[in-house]
Nanobody, 126 residues
Framework: QVQLVQSGGGLVQTGGSLRLSCTAS????????VGWFRQAPGKERDFVAA????????YYADSVKGRFTISRDNAMKTVALQMNSLKPEDTAVYYC???????????????????WGQGTQVTVSS
């Protein structure tokens, strides 16, 4: 069982940057793939980014590619999402997620992930 606690987020102007962090407790963090999803009001929860358990290749939604960077620190049991060049359409509640058995083809499916953080609001003003 893994517990995920998020920090970061807030209000920023268009073009600004924010960094989200997620700290895990319980489980063997290095054995978990981790990711970020977001949910805007009235919309479904969408995939943002993920990184496999072995810290190899990262995966991004097309809408954030080149602007967002996901990273993990297994020693600190943290996963971060650095968000640059933010746009108003990035406004959403962001969730970190973890799973020990998720397969590559399911990374972008929210229902495939087992553990979720509490969510944190990111608001980008125009």
């Amino acid at each position: 069982q893994v517990q995920l606690v998020q920090s970061g987020g807030g209000l920023v102007q268009t073009g600004g940057s924010l960094r989200l962090s997620c700290t895990a407790s319980g489980g063997t963090f290095s054995g978990y793939s981790v990711g970020w999803f977001r949910q805007a009001p009235g919309k479904e929860r969408d995939f943002v980014a993920a990184i496999r358990w072995n810290g190899g290749r990262s995966y991004y939604a097309d809408s954030v590619k080149g602007r967002f960077t996901i990273s993990r620190d297994n020693a600190m049991k943290t996963v971060a999402l650095q968000m640059n060049s933010l746009k108003p359409e990035d406004t959403a509640v962001y969730y970190c997620t973890a799973d020990s058995e998720i397969i590559l083809s399911s990374l972008r499916e929210g229902t495939a992930w087992d553990y979720w953080g509490q969510g944190t609001q990111v608001t980008v003003s125009s």
